[in-house]
């Protein structure tokens, strides 16, 4: 029986990069994580390091839960 997974994203939005327009920035980090994701370049279960546009980090992406 395999169980439920959920994928989790956190982002914060408190610094520079996220000044002038948020949603341009949480679009590119997105945009970025998905990119990786679609190449399998990482283990969903090690999760994902989210930077902002100056290199910074500023959140994770990652699959919890039952495995496959």
């Not at 679609?38 to 990652?62: F, M, S």
């Amino acid at each position: 029986e395999t169980g439920m997974a959920t994928f989790r994203v956190l982002i914060d939005t408190d610094n520079a990069a996220f000044e002038d327009g948020p949603a341009t920035e949480l679009g590119r980090i997105l945009r970025v994580a998905a990119a990786k994701i679609e190449a399998g370049a990482d283990d969903l279960r090690d999760g994902i390091t989210l930077r902002d546009l100056n290199g910074n980090t500023v959140g994770r992406a990652q699959l919890i839960g039952a495995r496959e």
